[in-house]
């Protein structure tokens, strides 16, 4: 499997949540990225993480909220969610950068997983 997540489930505001991407050891060396698709809405930027774990970034919608992290031994990524709000609701992707530094532009990211659902309850 290129990039799996899972993790996702229905949940009430103000919960949280971890969402898991598993990738296959030939990412040890990209940026992984978190996107979410709401219905109706475009698929947007989360947050994404270097390849060494160094770098992070998170869109204005979740930072304090979000965070990210990677276990390169154990080839995933994590996206703890709390404080969930009823907006957080979509589907949520992970996806390999071509590069070593992620992006929070999606075209920077040319391997994807199936997306994992949240929904949020209010």
């Known amino acids: 499997v290129q990039l799996q997540a899972s993790g996702g489930g229905l949940v009430q505001a103000g919960e949280s949540l971890r969402l898991s991407c598993a990738t296959s050891r030939t990412f040890s060396n990209n940026a992984i990225g978190w996107f979410r698709q709401a219905p109706g809405k475009e698929r947007e930027f989360v947050a994404t993480?270097?390849?060494?774990?160094?770098?992070?970034s998170f869109a204005d919608s979740v930072k304090g909220r979000f965070s990210i992290s990677r276990d390169r031994y154990k080839n995933a990524v994590y996206l703890q969610m709390s404080a969930l709000k009823p907006e957080d609701t979509a589907v949520y992707y992970c996806?390999?950068?071509?590069?070593?530094?992620?992006?929070?532009?999606?075209?920077?990211?040319?391997?994807w997983g199936q997306g994992t659902q949240i929904t949020v309850s209010s």
């Open positions: 993480i270097s390849w060494n774990g160094g770098i992070t």
């Open positions: 996806a390999a950068s071509v590069h070593s530094i992620g992006s929070t532009t999606s075209q920077r990211y040319n391997s």
